[in-house]
Structures are given as structure tokens and as C-alpha cells.
């Protein structure tokens, strides 16, 4: 039966931008790729001159929003299949999730997120300095993960989210007592 090499994941581009959805599988025999676009196969869908299909990739360039769809792959063969969903959504300029204050004892962990828009999100605390490494981790969702809130850790922290077509900025204020 097929297994996953590269299962497709949800894709997440401003317009202009370029990006790629990979469906790559392994089994014996070689299972065979097949691409969809809402529901039906993608030969049938509308042309869409911002996107071509190479074998088991789909290629995006110049994206514009007309290209938002979700994306499923199936790749089979004699022996099974398998089918994944991927969203591709073409997004605007950044924006960034009101942030809440929060007040916590000391060694608890806190975990705020901010945005799930842009193509760079980094936060950074009071002092400018940005976070990410030690008791600090940024994920790829936006969120900014302190392991251990230490009382050093009290202060204002932003989030700052950018794309191509511009920065967004907010600020969170966690108190620690």
C-alpha cells in the first residue's frame, strides 16, 4: 500500500507571492498521483494561469487570490490509497490578533498567539529584542511559547507579523506575580 513521503500542507501566500503543494508517496508498485481542486479533477477545473502541475507537485506563481481552493491529492495503487486536504489560501496584508494580558504565578508556562497571516512573525519584549531560543520558542502558528515564566519575564512583549504586503504590530503585557 502507498505510504507518505511528503504529505501536501496547508499553504498560506500573498498575492504575488510563489508557493508549492507536494503530494509525493512510495509503495510497490509506484503509486500514481492524482490532483483535485475543490472536488473535481484539476484537468477539468478552470485554467488558472498562476498554477501549473509537475507530476506530484502543484506550482504556484504570481499567486492571486482567485487561486484560493482546497487542494486534495490522491495517490494510489493496486494496493490502496491515500487522500490528503490542502488549503491554499492567499491572504492580504498582516493582521494581528488582539492580545489579552495576562498575570501568572512564577514557573507556569504561557503561550500567547498572535497571528496566523504572514510569512514572518517574530515577537520581541520591551527592550526590542527579539524572541526566540532558550525558555523563548515562536511556532510556525504565530504563537509564542515561554517555558518557564520566570519573574524577569514580567513586561511588554509584541508581536510583529510581516508579508509582502505589509507589517502589523500588537502588544501583550504579562505580569508576573
Excluded at 498575492?15 to 508549492?20: I, L, M, V
Excluded at 504556484?60 to 490509497?81: K, L, M, P, W
Excluded at 502558528?141 to 509584541?158: A, C, P, V, W
Aim: glycine share 8%.
Amino acid at each position: 500500500a502507498p505510504y507518505w513521503l511528503d504529505e501536501p500542507k496547508n499553504l498560506i501566500l500573498a498575492p504575488g507571492e510563489d508557493g508549492r503543494l507536494v503530494c509525493r508517496a512510495n509503495g510497490n508498485p509506484k503509486p500514481t498521483v492524482q490532483w483535485m481542486v475543490n472536488g473535481e479533477p484539476l484537468q477539468s477545473a478552470p485554467p488558472n494561469p498562476n498554477r501549473e502541475v509537475a507530476g506530484d507537485t502543484i506550482i504556484f506563481r504570481d499567486t492571486q487570490i482567485s487561486s484560493r481552493a482546497v487542494y486534495q491529492c490522491n495517490t494510489s495503487n493496486e494496493h490502496g490509497y491515500l487522500l490528503a486536504n490542502a488549503f491554499g489560501a492567499f491572504s492580504t496584508a498582516p493582521m494581528v490578533s488582539p492580545l489579552v494580558a495576562a498575570l501568572l504565578p512564577w514557573a507556569n508556562p504561557f503561550s500567547v498567539c498572535c497571528v496566523f497571516c504572514c510569512s514572518v512573525v517574530r515577537f520581541k519584549n520591551g527592550q526590542g529584542s527579539n524572541l526566540d531560543g532558550g525558555n523563548y520558542h515562536v511556532y510556525e502558528n504565530g504563537s509564542l511559547e515561554i517555558k518557564m515564566i520566570r519573574k524577569e519575564d514580567q513586561g511588554i512583549y509584541t508581536c510583529v507579523a510581516t508579508n509582502i504586503l505589509g507589517k502589523a504590530e500588537n502588544q501583550v503585557r504579562l505580569e508576573v506575580k
